[in-house]
């Protein structure tokens, strides 16, 4: 028979001999793998015979591979189940075998071809079993952190309280609260209006939980906080060498945190007029632009502001955008102050004598009935917070089982004396601690919040006054 050139057959044998190479290069790589493999490999036939082993097994037996191949693997390795698994044709994995004392971890799978065995495949996972529980261990030890990290994270990114935590029962609460869940369910913006203290990241916290959001971030923002050169990188993030003193990798801000969730902008009255002009820009948008950055970032944020000076009134004094007021203002939940809801004191006295018993360790089991009433009719010019502070406080100078008139600052007791008791003197740290912070309170709330006309009231520097105002928790 001629061949010819590029005819049918010579075309057909050149097809034949390339797939011939293939085979013989697959089977070489494959000779190859197995043999550099780490874990320990057998192949056995159908009848226990070994066919190929590699070279971790062979050392691992403390042998020679040439002296493994072709015999009968019942003969060479203890225990072995290699031939057992070749007439059931079921599957081992992760099976404890003992060899040459040492415990190990193996697994069998048999090759199956038109229904029967035609080989077992053997591999020791971990050649003693130290190894696999020193692999547990740090397993556990790494998940141990991972969760810590979660949990820590999921404290600065997520909102702690819901609607059940705003403690009270008044029809003026009730009625802000009941607004607040029905407005959770949207995706407007919330502009929060009360007094210091009176629970406005309270209810920041309960309309993202109580929102479609509530699994995504919730991201804190002071803005009284932040040094007025920092605002725009705080709030938008930066790229990499975009100012002296950048990270390298850059840094996201506030809103990029934010991304599908909530941001709760804190004494948004504070805001550079620059920054309103930027925070307007996300609003109307829905993107932000971080410095540095060539292009803007499409960002899916709902803000909710809070502000416990009059918006309105800076605006008209040019101190607050229009535009951006009328942006924020969509809906407005004012929360009331304390002395317009006197009933709930009781209910809040005995929910915060609970909680900092928990947290100071320190039994007590209330107030006295005049305490009470002395409390319930206090005019609260830090509302609920300043009753957790007096509460707290109380709880370190009693003597008793309760908490008694003695026990309270004297500004609280009507028609008496802070000096006539002699319980209540006899600490002059803790009566000027009251009275400092009381002056500052009352310069806030008189100011209406504008801490740069506080700090000169006082007489104090402005950095001085924020070190007070986050010594005694003022809002």
């Keep these: ?22 085979s013989e290069k697959d089977g070489l790589m494959l000779e190859d793998a197995l043999g550099h493999a780490y ?55 992760a099976q404890l075998q003992k060899i040459k004392g040492h415990e190990m971890i193996c697994s069998r799978i048999p090759i199956i071809e038109n229904g ?35 949990r820590e994270l999921s404290k600065h990114l997520s909102a702690k309280y ?42 920041a916290h309960a309309i993202h939980n109580a929102s479609p ?16 050169t920092l605002f725009e990188s705080e709030l938008f993030g930066y790229r990499e060498g975009a100012f002296t003193g950048a990270q390298k990798k850059g840094k996201k801000g506030k809103f990029a945190l934010a991304d599908k969730g ?26 932000i632009e971080p410095v540095g950055a060539e292009a803007s970032e499409a960002v899916d944020v709902r803000i909710i502001a809070a502000s416990n000076r009059d918006l309105e009134t800076l605006v008209k004094g040019g101190l607050f955008r229009h535009d951006l007021y009328y942006r924020l203002n969509v809906v407005m939940l004012e929360i009331p102050p304390l002395r317009s809801r006197r009933d709930d004191v009781p209910l809040l006295i005995q929910f915060h004598l609970r909680q900092l018993e928990k947290e100071t360790g320190i039994p007590v089991e209330g107030v006295e009935p005049d305490v009470a009433e002395i409390l319930k009719q206090y005019d609260w010019p830090g509302n609920v917070r300043e009753l957790r502070n007096v509460l707290e406080q109380a709880l370190y100078v009693k ?75 003022i809002g």
């Excluded at 909530?262 to 829905?286: A, G, H, N, W």
């Excluded at 026990?407 to 000096?419: M, N, R, T, W, Y």
């Excluded at 806030?444 to 009231?457: H, L, T």
Aim: aromatic residues 6%; glycine residues 6%; neutral net charge.
């Design 39 to 93: 874990e320990g490999l057998i192949i056995t036939d159908a009848n226990g015979v070994i066919l190929k082993v590699n070279e971790a097994y062979a050392h691992f037996l403390e042998t020679k591979i040439s002296d493994l191949v072709g015999k009968q693997v019942t003969d060479v390795i203890e225990n072995t189940r290699m031939h057992l698994v070749a007439k059931n044709g079921v599957a081992e994995i």
């Design 213 to 228: 959001r509530a699994f995504g971030p919730f991201i804190k923002v002071n803005c009284a906080a932040i040094p007025e």
């Design 262 to 287: 909530t941001i709760f902008l804190d004494e948004i009255s504070e805001l550079p007029l620059t920054m309103q002009v930027k925070l307007l820009r996300v609003l109307q948008e829905k993107e």
């Design 399 to 473: 003597v008793g089982t309760t908490i008694t008139r003695n026990d309270i600052p004297g500004a609280l007791v009507k028609g008496v004396g802070a000096s006539s008791s002699p319980e209540t003197c006899r600490s002059l740290k803790f009566i000027t601690r009251l009275a400092e912070e009381e002056a500052i309170r009352t310069a806030i709330r008189e100011e209406k919040g504008n801490k740069q006309a506080v700090a000169a009231r006082l007489g104090i520097s402005k950095s001085s006054l924020y070190a007070k105002v986050c010594q005694f928790d």
């Design 1 to 22: 028979m001629i061949i010819h050139k590029n005819g049918w057959v010579h075309n057909l044998l050149l097809s034949l001999s390339r797939r011939a190479e293939q």
């Design 116 to 150: 029967s065995v035609v080989a077992v495949v053997g591999k020791v996972m971990f050649q003693n079993i130290e190894d696999l529980f020193s692999f547990t261990e740090n397993f556990k030890k790494l998940k141990t952190e991972l969760e810590f990290y979660k």
């Design 162 to 203: 819901s609607f059940d935590h705003i403690i009270g029962i008044s029809k003026e609460l009730e009625w802000v609260k009941d607004l607040g869940r029905r407005v959770a369910m949207s995706t407007t913006t919330v502009l929060l209006k009360g007094e210091s203290g009176t629970g406005k990241e309270l209810f």
